[in-house]
């Protein structure tokens, strides 16, 4: 490449490149725009006071539409009114010791059809809507009854609270749902975040990442599921299935069969820890691994009352054993998909597993084919025939 061509080149891209930043500060500047018109709203005009009329009032985008105007007084007095755009449903921020959901106390308001305005406080015991309870928090509200106001297409939620001392950095949740609370009781959220606000500052920070370690044993958990449910003990099936004819098949099946289970249950094990730590609402894969759980010690017990060859009871036990296992097998692929949806597993994961899974399946479909053609070439024998068990 010549001198000409390469200074072409490099001119192209800083004009690319300058482009694209200024385009991207004609962004910003529309952003900062749509916040300063929407602080400049004139809250006195439509809300009674304190909310109408915030000494010191500090306004703050927060999480998409969601605008929050707070003041603070002297005497530790924090009054706030968040703002969003309302079409129907619910709207509610909550306040949080760690930045999770379980034990948070919030406020939530909706604005019925009808056009009558409904705020409560709430404590979260658990995820479910029956353990969202209404009317109950640990929020330090004021004399100061909170309000909803619906001013156009947008809701502002108001509330004035008091501490002891100055509020300064608070983890906070923010949330809302398009259907309305059912008896009072809170409806799924549809979207929800968790975000850091400085009160002494009024600046926004993002949530605190999960801890390193946390994502580490959320790593652990995978991999050990993947290994056990996934590798090892698919194998350990596929040993007794397809190479009974081996002399050492047995040994091959219980020892990858031994080792999947023990791997399983130490992802079980890290599992219930990271459920423990972060309470993810994922009653899905928490059901179907406590169920693969459960047939798997079934399982291992059924190898300590194994009847005999010669046994009444042997035919029905390895019927048991067989579709206990195959059934097992199933949810465990079953979970480890749903694993890495819930985890948003990035595509190394998807990929990886997808081809230990398919390269399973395709080495089944083969060896059930040969079985199956090497059973239509032996000679049926008479009933009468005699047999000599092994």
Known sequence: MDGISRMLVLSMFFAIFFGFQGEKNVVVMAIDEDAKALCSVNLAEFLPPPYGGLENMVCQPVWNSFLLRYSQSKDNVVTIVLSTIYTSGWVGMGFSHDGMMINSSCMA???TPAGHGKIKQYYVEGFTPSKIIPDKGELPLTTVPPLIYLQGATVYLAFQLKYPTPLKTQPMLLAFSSKYPQHHHLTSHEDKTTIKFDFSSGTTYAATATPSNYISSKKTHGVLGILGWGLFCPFGA???????SQPLWYYFH????????????AGVVVGIQLNNKLQPHIPGHQGIGILILVLSILQVLAFFVRPDKD??????WNLYHRWVGRIALFFGAVNIVLGMHYASAGQGWKI???????????????????????????????????????
Do not use: H
């Not at 596929?238 to 009974?244: D, H, K, L, M, P």
């Not at 046994?311 to 029905?316: D, L, M």
């Not at 089944?364 to 059973?375: G, N």
């Open 352 to 390: 990886g597993y997808g081809f230990v899974l398919g390269s399973t399946m395709l080495a089944c479909i083969i060896l059930e084919t040969m079985l199956r053609l090497k059973k239509l070439d032996e000679p049926t024998l008479p009933s009468n025939y005699p047999t000599t068990s092994i």
């Open 311 to 316: 046994s009444k009871y042997r035919k029905y």
């Open 109 to 111: 308001g909706w604005v």
């Open 254 to 265: 219980i020892s990858a069969q031994f080792i999947g289970f023990i791997l399983g249950l």
């Open 238 to 244: 596929i040993f007794a299935r397809y190479f009974r």
